[in-house]
């Protein structure tokens, strides 16, 4: 017992839990398990006492390695140890030891590919019907610890010992009565989903049914936890994208919409967000009736406070209507009244510029349908009025050329302030475009510009810079097109506030990536 303890209290200070590993604590901790689960052990499931009987145990020290012998600080062992435990109290000692010991990343592997994973998963089992408070708690515990085993890929332990054994236990307890026992377990089987050699698996037994059912439960943590595994399993490519969406998960999102719980809405939003960057899911999004229950989102924002108009929800549903307005396919569904007044009525509330961004990205790729044009020159928010002040309000060299674009769709005359400041940008982009593309074809003998057209691009930059603190480099890629059409087509994610290219259009998670790893290696103007 006291050995139990020592491990608990090396583990709780984080600088001691990788020397414990390679100190061969895990051989200590797989003695221990078997002293604390051995048969001459009350059973968890047969306790009826609330206080069992100490049981004597004789731990002999042959039985555990050399090195974990001669490292152990805080369990000392003569020739032959007698010593009097408490089984339960041992096993939370022991399971709170491996929980403290796999919160650091490095140290999963090594103990996820040791018998202790078949040691837990032997314990969960026998717990998995208790009753009692302290019996729950030991499974509680057990739970959290292969929880966090449970993402090391692994085909030998974690998919073929943990989650074969395991799942359909798992998948029981997610409805249990106890709720931090059932939340735990959810974790759980989002661990199991998730982990690439596991995966298929748990899909094919019924564990992306059961986390999708997780999504209906009236319980905000459950929400939570599906919408977060439903997320990254789409992340993992194609296929689970189609099994996912054929599994019937977007239902219980738009349902989530309408939860009271502002966590909820926006792990929802948040993942239907990500649905709406993927052709292949953006159709059953819309049959499933997205659209609508999205604009009584953005209608609830319109009227809360000025600082909630840059909410994570509010991103959330700008940045999936700027996905689904790229697809020319969906222009007809977009350009309804019931979906563009909202978001002009959104423009007139001076939003964070995070918003406005999203905002004036979707109604320039409306602009190139007519029916969302029509629905621009009729509507009663003095919608013209509010785009061409977005300009001076925020002074973003990103904004006029969206502007631009927007009122020459409709016929309406470019102020020149506008006109100025987007020829401006694309002078800039024309200059830097020359300098890139002369760098590269160019000998080292001649130059690529001359001072006089240095000094011009130094000044037109510097008129054309933003209040942003960030400076980004611009590749040749970003700046092949200076018309504004082709740019605008460009969708962007409304989160990182980074822009890049001629008019400084945002990219999406997923393109931003790699740009930025383009951004890094070409070369900037400067070096030119």
């Known amino acids: 017992m006291e050995s139990a303890k020592g491990l608990l209290e090396l583990s709780a200070d984080v600088q001691s839990r990788d020397k414990m590993i390679e100190q061969g604590c895990i051989d200590i901790l797989a003695r221990l398990m078997q002293v604390a689960c051995s048969p001459s052990s009350p059973s968890s499931s047969s306790s009826s006492s609330p206080t069992p009987t100490p049981t004597t145990t004789t731990i002999v020290p042959s039985t555990i390695s050399p090195r974990a012998r001669a490292t152990s600080t805080n369990a000392t062992i003569t020739n032959s140890t007698t010593i009097s435990i408490n ?39 026998a717990g998995a019907n208790a009753t009692s408070e302290t019996d729950l708690e030991i499974t509680r515990a057990v739970t959290v610890a292969l929880s966090l085993l449970a993402v090391h890929e692994s085909p030998s332990t974690i998919r073929n010992v943990l989650v074969e054994r395991c799942l359909p236990v798992v998948i029981d307890l997610t409805y249990s009565g106890d709720m931090q026992l059932r939340v735990r377990n959810a974790r759980l ?92 899911t953006q159709g059953t999004l819309l049959q499933a009736g997205i659209v609508h229950p999205l604009v009584d989102v953005i209608s609830s924002g319109i009227g809360a406070q000025k600082d909630k108009l840059a909410s994570p929800v509010l991103i959330n549903v700008l940045t999936t209507f700027s996905h689904l307005a790229a697809n020319q396919e969906l222009w007809d569904l977009m350009a309804d009244t019931q979906v563009i007044f909202p978001l002009i009525k959104l423009l007139g509330l001076t939003p964070p510029l995070s918003v406005i961004k999203i905002l004036l990205n979707i109604f320039s790729l409306q602009s190139e349908c007519p029916a969302a044009v029509a629905i621009f020159k009729n509507n009663p928010f003095s919608f013209f009025e509010k785009l061409i002040a977005t300009c001076s309000t925020y002074n973003h060299k990103s904004l006029p050329g969206f502007v631009a674009r927007v009122l020459q769709a409709c016929g309406v005359p470019v102020p020149g302030q506008i006109k100025a400041a987007n020829n401006r940008s694309m002078s800039v982009s024309r200059l830097l475009e020359s300098s890139l593309s002369s760098s590269s074809s160019s000998s080292s003998s001649s130059p690529s510009l001359s001072q006089a057209e240095l000094s011009t691009l130094s000044s037109l930059a510097s008129s054309t810079s933003s209040t942003s603190s960030t400076t980004t480099r611009i590749t040749s890629a970003s700046l092949s097109s200076s018309s504004i059409p082709d740019l605008t087509k460009l969708s962007f994610a409304a989160g990182n506030g ?4 001629t008019n400084g259009f945002m990219h999406t998670k997923a393109s931003l990536q790699s740009s930025r790893a383009s951004i890094h290696t070409s070369s900037s103007p400067s070096s030119s």
Do not use: W
Not at 498 to 501: F, M, Q, R, T
């Open 87 to 125: 089984p339960r109290e041992l096993k939370l000692y022991l399971c709170r030891t491996i929980i403290n010991l796999a919160s650091l990343d490095p140290n999963v592997p090594p103990i996820a590919e040791s018998i202790v994973v078949s040691q837990l998963v032997d314990l969960f089992l």
């Open 498 to 501: 980074i822009s890049n290219g």
């Open 189 to 280: 089987l989002e661990h199991m989903l998730i982990n690439a050699c596991s995966r298929d698996h748990v899909i094919e037994n019924g564990g992306l049914q059961a986390m999708i059912g997780l999504a209906l439960a009236e319980h905000a943590p459950l929400q939570i936890v599906a919408c977060r595994a439903i997320k990254k399993l789409c992340e993992s490519g194609e296929k689970a994208q189609i099994i996912v969406t054929d599994s019937g998960a977007v239902l219980p999102l738009i349902l989530m919409l309408a939860s009271s719980d502002q966590d909820v809405i926006e792990s929802a939003t948040d993942v239907i967000a990500s649905f709406a960057e993927m052709p292949i």
